[in-house]
C-alpha cells in the first residue's frame, strides 16, 4: 500500500485536535484514542483508564479489556506518531514491536517482580491480566498502529510466529 500525504496529514490534525481538546494527554495516545473510539466503540473514561506509556512500559502505551464476547479479550497497543512525512514513510521499526515479547515473559513469570519492572500502571494491568487468567481464557490481541508506513513482511513476520507460540494475534494498523 503507498503511502498517502494527504491521509497522514489529516490524522495527524485530528490528533492535533484531540490534544487541544485535552482528550489526550500527549499527541503519541491520539493514535490509540482514535482506534479506541472508532474500533472497539469505547468511551472516554475506558480510553483514559487503557494508557499505560511511560518508563518500563515494554513497548505497551495501553490496554483495554473487552468483555463483550464470551471469551474477553485482551488489546494491547504499540503504537508510534511521527512528526514528519519524512519518518512516517519509514517502516515502523521491527525491534519497537519486539519490546512486548518482555512483558509476555515478566507476565507469564510468577516468580518476576513486576512492580519493579513495569510502572505503576502496566503493574495493575498486568495484575488484571492474571486474576483474568485464572477465572477465564481470555485472547490476546497486540495491536501495532502508527501514523506511518506498516512493518516490512520480513522483518515482521518472525515476532508474529513468536507471538502466535504464546497465544497472542499480532494485528497491524497504519497509513
Not at 6 to 19: I, Q
Not at 54 to 75: E, K, L, W
Request: proline share 2%; glycine share 2%; with cysteine.
Amino acid at each position: 500500500m503507498k503511502f498517502d500525504e494527504s491521509d497522514f496529514d489529516r490524522l495527524n490534525a485530528r490528533v492535533e485536535e484531540l490534544f487541544q481538546d485535552r482528550l489526550v494527554a500527549t499527541t503519541k495516545q491520539g493514535l490509540v484514542h482514535i482506534f479506541l473510539s472508532h474500533r472497539l466503540y469505547c468511551e472516554q473514561f475506558e480510553i483514559d483508564e487503557a494508557f499505560t506509556d511511560g518508563g518500563n512500559d515494554c513497548g505497551i502505551d495501553a490496554i483495554h479489556f473487552d468483555n463483550r464476547s464470551d471469551q474477553p479479550v485482551v488489546h494491547l497497543f504499540q503504537s508510534k506518531v511521527h512528526s514528519s512525512v519524512r519518518k512516517a514513510k519509514n517502516a515502523f521499526k521491527y525491534s519497537d514491536a519486539e519490546k512486548v515479547q518482555r512483558f509476555f515473559n515478566v507476565l507469564s513469570d510468577p516468580e518476576a517482580d513486576m512492580a519493579n519492572l513495569f510502572n505503576p500502571r502496566l503493574y495493575q494491568k498486568a495484575l488484571q491480566i492474571r486474576d483474568l487468567q485464572k477465572a477465564e481464557f481470555p485472547e490476546f490481541k497486540l495491536w501495532i498502529v502508527s501514523n506511518g508506513t506498516a512493518c516490512s513482511e520480513q522483518d515482521i513476520s518472525s515476532f508474529v510466529k513468536q507471538m502466535r507460540r504464546v497465544d497472542v494475534d499480532v494485528e497491524e494498523f497504519h497509513l
